[in-house]
């Protein structure tokens, strides 16, 4: 639920240089993203997944679940079907895609 009014003490304006280059740049951005979450999820986390490297595509619905006792056992299906490699998406794709490879990733 997005609240209407939000106390301006809670509210931080971040400079427009940090917008640019923000995934979410605006509270209305991000409203619009909520509404997209609730009212189609599988639109919303379709777009979201378009951005990672599959090794095998989901089959059968994107989503799929109940948590309604009354009509049977409680359940979610995600992607069912769908494998990556977490690693590649997170490190080796950056620094093959976006020419990382000279730049320090983590410090030990």
Do not use: Q
Request: glycine share 6%.
């Amino acid at each position: 639920m997005i609240p209407e009014k939000v106390p301006k003490e809670d509210v931080f304006h971040g400079s427009e240089e940090l917008k640019k280059e923000a995934h979410i740049p605006s509270f209305e951005k991000y409203k619009e993203l909520y509404l997209k979450s609730i009212e189609n999820p599988d639109e919303f986390w379709g777009d979201i997944a378009k951005d990672f490297y599959w090794k095998t595509k989901h089959s059968g619905p994107f989503l799929e679940y109940n948590f309604d006792v009354t009509k049977g056992e409680i359940f979610i299906k995600f992607m069912e079907g769908a494998s990556t490699n977490i690693c590649y998406n997170l490190l080796d794709r950056n620094v093959h895609e976006r020419k990382l490879g000279d730049k320090v990733a983590f410090y030990w």
